[in-house]
């Protein structure tokens, strides 16, 4: 049941949150939303079941105009996120907004800006910023290159997306124009769809836009999809294996060329297996050896024994790659 609605027209822009049991952080999100200098026409929120008091901070929250829709039933993470999708019909553009995530004041405003003499299914995206479950920045701060944007490298883009170095959810903003985007998450890979996902729509896109300033926070949380999937073998190791090779495939390039980036795709999957090792072994040391022999199985002894190379030289001289808290 809609708490508000506004009326449709041409260079409309909605921003859909799906959320379930989402009160620790929703309303920072909703605030981040509330707070933007453009803000979207219409903001939507998708509970999957919620049993916790989402919609009462939903139906209390007035800074803001919000759609509520919950699910008969919960159906999941990422069946939720590709009914989210299906919403980008309903407007000009398009942006997905996890509900434990931020955005700054000016991300729509500037990111639609981008997009404003673009074709339909251009989009553009922006650095992220991690930050706790206080808000506050973790790791090394984003800079703020305070540029206007540019056109990224498709080529590019899906290389990056093949080594898993994903764009977030939140930090995109495409042209949708009242129609599909033409792609969605995958829900048998609860880990890296979300990769899978941005190489199918850079692929299709007539146009990457890139935005290099930190206009999106990322939370992380003991309660997040990594922090969740991190005991799954198939989620947090194999599963990244299939992702890498599915996304390489829509990189358009001479045969050689695809064969060396498969020996480079195949250490660095070893070599992210080798972290992961790292991480389980002081607890779990059989969960280790899962992983190391998933890493053998998968790439074969050869670049298992360079991706470890690599990783035991880096290790020497800037230490180990901690996981985030």
Not at 152 to 162: A, G, I, P, T, V
Not at 225 to 236: E, F
Not at 272 to 291: F, G, L, S, T
């Amino acid at each position: 049941m809609a708490l508000s609605k506004s009326n449709r027209s041409p260079g409309s822009l909605i921003t859909v949150i799906p959320v379930y049991n989402g009160e620790a952080y929703l309303k920072a999100t909703l605030e981040s939303v509330a707070s933007q200098t453009r803000p979207p026409d219409r903001l939507v929120i998708l509970d999957d079941g919620s049993t916790d008091q989402t919609e009462d901070i939903v139906r209390s929250f007035k800074d803001i105009p919000c759609e509520w829709h919950p699910n008969p039933e919960n159906v999941g993470l990422f069946p939720n996120l590709n009914q989210a999708l299906s919403w980008a019909k309903q407007a000009d553009y398009f942006h997905l907004l996890l509900a434990d995530d931020l955005i700054a004041p000016d991300f729509l405003e500037v990111s639609e800006r981008l997009l404003l003499d673009q074709k339909k299914g251009t989009f553009t995206w922006c650095d992220t910023q991690w930050i706790d479950t206080h808000g506050s920045p973790v790791g090394e701060p984003v800079p703020d290159m305070q540029s206007a944007g540019y056109t990224f490298c498709k080529k590019r883009f899906l290389q990056r997306e093949s080594e898993l170095q994903t764009i977030s959810v939140g930090s995109f903003l495409i042209k949708s124009g009242y129609e599909s985007i033409g792609c969605d998450f995958r829900t048998d890979m609860p880990q890296v769809a979300d990769c899978v996902f941005f190489g199918e729509l850079a692929s299709r896109a007539p146009k990457i836009l890139h935005l290099p300033r930190p206009l999106c926070q990322i939370r992380t949380h003991a309660t997040n999809m990594t922090h969740h999937n991190i005991h799954n073998l198939r989620a947090w190791v194999t599963d990244e294996w299939v992702a890498m090779q599915s996304i390489s495939q829509l990189i358009e390039e001479p045969f050689w060329c695809r064969w060396l980036r498969e020996q480079k795709l195949r250490c660095l999957y070893a070599a992210r297996c080798c972290v992961k090792e790292q991480w389980m072994k002081p607890e779990n040391a059989d969960y280790a050896q899962k992983i190391r022999r998933a890493s053998r199985i998968t790439v074969g002894c050869l670049h298992d024994f360079l991706g470890r190379a690599v990783v035991s030289v880096r290790d020497r001289f800037k230490g180990p790659t901690l996981p985030r808290s």
